[in-house]
């Protein structure tokens, strides 16, 4: 079977070809950094990875770009508010260079701790503005522009396809479907290409123009770093449903009004993370961060298999609950993989992922993953697959070691690193016990206790190490202890 995915433009599923075979050029809207990621973010970031992961191991070689808002994002995505990044300097009495740092350095330290890979190129707004007023040239030059109280605007009524990918109906909006408070656009659909002369009288960035000193708009960064890395045309963008009707709608106006040709081929877009109670949003602080959910003694990668667990087109509800299920389902996991390796006596240093032989009874799970994916990224199908394999007997624990490794390209769970670390942790703590002659007494003294069928004496031991933290556990083979 191809690859099928979902394209936001025609809204169907469609069979993935790229423009040059075997290779996928893929631009992903990055995070604006005026404040921490939201744990909402991270699903769209956590959805980029899954993406270029699972088109990795399908077998293409994958140009990831990604860019980092650090200029132009208004609070309002129709340029009204003010910009987000200057705001939050003001407010701190900082720099918006220093402010952009500051959440730049944090956003990546979650993307690590996500276990997300670093996309191939990560672009800065603030390091291509020359690009950017280059581009805006080229759409002038076709007649895309208007200049109104200082700023240059895109005319959306000289690109007729503009509510093609969001599925906008221009008279709808020339009714006033959507309220702005911009006097100068002379429809409610144009957008800022430049500011100038803005409404941000203490901007503290700005770069010389053509159109006077001033700085971009929000939107022109993504079409011109994506086409700087990329080309001018290429396979895949992606972002959440959010972005639909404004960013990238805005986007590829102002791309194929610049070069006159189809800019995207696929755009796949993320379905939001809901709270059970309430909006999560960035600009009020009313948001959960990766953070606090290390806070309450969860792990980064507990909140991984939970985004997981889901499609990336369906809406995810968080919950403490669903987290709680997400942590136990991931910790049963490592101890399945941790079992076939203590069974087998396996080196984790030696699983790797190609070490499969064709035959092999893990090669069906393997399949079914491989099409689970290429169902539109079908993860919990994915997953439902690993779930199977870690639990059949049938299938040797070398084998079953090798496919969980090669599954685990996608998902990124680290499940043969994790369960070698807790087996160690656990060797360690036992060899600490065995190692205390003082605790091997008091075992050696239980097993005779139970032998003389002084049960009471025996129980008292159990809870006496118990309470020291110390669990036993009695097997055919004789008792087992480790630390609780
Ligand atoms: P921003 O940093 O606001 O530019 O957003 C970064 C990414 O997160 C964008 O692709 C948004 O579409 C996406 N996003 C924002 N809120 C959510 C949410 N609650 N769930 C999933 N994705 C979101
Ligand atoms: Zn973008």
């Known amino acids: 079977m191809a690859l099928q995915l979902f394209n936001t433009m025609g809204r169907e599923l469609q069979e993935f070809r790229p423009r040059v075979a075997g290779t996928v050029g893929f631009y992903g809207c990055g995070p604006t950094v005026y404040n921490y990621a939201h744990i909402g973010n991270l699903r769209a970031f956590v959805f980029q990875d899954v993406l270029e992961r699972s088109l990795t191991y399908l077998g293409y070689r994958v140009n990831h770009v990604m860019n980092v808002t650090d200029i132009g994002h208004l609070a309002g995505d129709v340029d009204s508010g003010e910009d987000k990044m200057v705001a939050t300097a003001k ?15 944090a956003f990546f330290a979650d993307i690590d701790r996500l276990n997300i890979r670093r996309p191939t190129t990560v672009c800065r707004a603030t390091e291509h503005v020359p690009e950017m007023i280059a581009l805006i040239k080229r759409i002038e030059a076709n007649g895309h522009t208007y200049m109104a109280g200082g700023n240059l605007y895109f005319d959306v009524s000289t690109f007729p396809a503009y ?8 008279d709808d909006l020339k009714a006033g479907a959507r309220i702005d408070v911009d006097d100068n656009k002379r429809n409610p659909f144009d957008f800022v290409l430049w500011f100038t ?6 901007q503290a960035l700005t770069w010389d123009s053509p159109w006077g ?5 929000w939107h022109i960064e993504c079409s011109a770093m994506s086409m700087k890395y990329l080309g001018e045309q290429f396979d895949i963008h992606t972002g959440g449903i959010d972005h639909i009707p404004i960013h990238h709608t805005n ?3 102002q791309s194929e009004g610049a070069t006159g040709k189809e800019w995207v081929r696929y755009w796949l877009h993320n379905e939001f993370l809901v709270m059970d109670k309430g909006k999560m949003s960035k600009s009020t602080g009313n948001f959960l961060t990766l953070q606090s959910l290390i806070d309450q003694g969860y792990e980064a990668l507990d909140y991984r298999y939970f985004l997981l667990g889901g499609h990336y087109r369906s809406q995810l509800t968080f919950s403490w609950e669903s987290m709680d299920s997400a942590k136990n389902s991931r910790k049963n996991l490592v101890q399945r993989v941790a079992g076939l390796l203590s069974a087998g006596a396996i080196d984790p240093a030696g699983v790797t992922a190609d070490a499969l032989n064709p035959d092999s009874p893990a090669q069906a799970y393997l399949g079914r993953f491989t099409e689970a994916l290429e169902q539109d990224l079908s993860t919990p199908r994915a ?4 779930q199977g394999l870690v639990r059949d007997q049938a299938v040797p624990a070398t084998d079953a070691l090798a496919a969980i490794a090669k599954m685990d390209t996608v998902f990124g769970l680290e499940l043969v690193a994790t369960a070698a670390a807790s087996l160690e942790e656990r060797r360690a703590a036992e060899a600490e016990i065995a190692s205390d002659p003082r605790i091997e007494s008091l075992i050696a003294e239980r097993a005779e206790a139970k032998k003389a069928k002084n049960f009471a004496r025996a129980d008292e031991i159990r809870n006496q190490l118990k309470a020291e ?6 097997s055919p083979s004789g008792t087992i202890w480790h630390r609780a």
């Open 91 to 105: 407010e701190r009495g900082q720099s918006v260079l220093e402010i952009a740092k500051f959440y730049t350095d």
């Open 163 to 170: 509510g093609d990918l969001a599925k906008l109906n221009l």
């Open 197 to 202: 002369k803005s409404k941000f009288e203490n």
């Open 213 to 217: 000193r001033g700085y971009p708009g």
């Open 251 to 253: 986007e590829k106006a």
């Open 383 to 386: 997953l439902s697959e690993l």
């Open 469 to 474: 933290g110390i669990l036993l556990e009695d």
